[in-house]
Antibody, heavy 120, light 108 residues
Framework: EVQLLESGGNLVQPGGSLRLSCAAS????????MSWVRQAPGKGLEWVSS????????YYADSVKGRFFISRDNSENTTYLEMNNLRAGDTATYYC?????????????WGQGTMVTVTS | SYVLTQPPSVSVAPGQTARITCGGD??????VHWYQQRPGQAPVLAVY???DRPSGIPERFSGSNSANTATLTISRVEAGDEADYYC???????????FGGGTKLTVL
């Protein structure tokens, strides 16, 4: 069964840092791009970042560029989101998602999400 | 940056057809994906590449894309279809994925 399991969400103060992890199973991890999407409480989906299968290409939303960094360890079937200089506006549930190349890049598998709360 | 516009809400009676629109400049030139998100759950891919269905998605779900509007159509709506629906495209100019603001489907 194809699965994604996020972890690392927590309560953090403004200006702090956090690293989220997304462990994948059930598919050849290195063959697929991976993405992070967040959802603030009561709000819509916001794309955060994506990485290619090799990790050689990375993409970021303007709202997080320069503060967040996506990476992956294909030997561990895990993708990461390093979040720095966190702001109250970063408070959200963070989902990781698998990009489906045959589906024109659609996000065909999602994790259950991990909650990040930025507050003093 | 590219913007996708969805109506905040759509209401439909059970058994009727729901149509949820997603507006964008020349969206016809892009591949549109649709996601369903039930309350308290992660999103699920409902339609990809304008109108194809992933395995496990009922045939009642279909999509179309023309000019400046893409449409998700749900036929014979059921109570279980009540959810938020989001459209999504890749903007190659900015190298960003873009989501619409979401539409809450209410089954009356």
């Amino acid at each position: 069964e194809v699965q994604l399991l996020e972890s690392g969400g927590n309560l953090v103060q403004p200006g702090g840092s956090l690293r989220l992890s997304c462990a994948a199973s059930g598919f050849t991890f290195s063959d697929y791009a991976m993405s992070w999407v967040r959802q603030a409480p009561g709000k819509g989906l916001e794309w955060v970042s994506s990485t290619s299968g090799s990790g050689g290409s990375t993409y970021y939303a303007d709202s997080v560029k320069g503060r967040f960094f996506i990476s992956r360890d294909n030997s561990e079937n895990t993708t990461y989101l390093e979040m720095n200089n966190l702001r109250a506006g970063d408070t959200a549930t963070y989902y990781c998602a698998k990009n489906w190349a045959s589906g024109r890049g659609a996000f065909d598998v999602w994790g259950q999400g991990t909650m990040v709360t930025v507050t003093s | 940056s590219y913007v996708l516009t969805q109506p905040p809400s759509v209401s439909v009676a059970p058994g009727q057809t729901a149509r949820i629109t997603c507006g964008g400049d020349n969206i016809r030139s892009r591949s549109v994906h649709w996601y369903q998100q039930r309350p308290g759950q992660a999103p699920v891919l409902a339609v990809y590449d304008d109108g194809d269905r992933p395995s496990g998605i009922p045939e009642r779900f279909s999509g179309s894309n023309s000019a400046n509007t893409a449409t998700l159509t749900i036929s014979r709506v059921e109570a279980g279809d009540e959810a938020d629906y989001y459209c999504q495209v890749w903007d190659s100019r900015s190298a960003h994925w873009v989501f619409g603001g979401g539409t809450k489907l209410t089954v009356l």
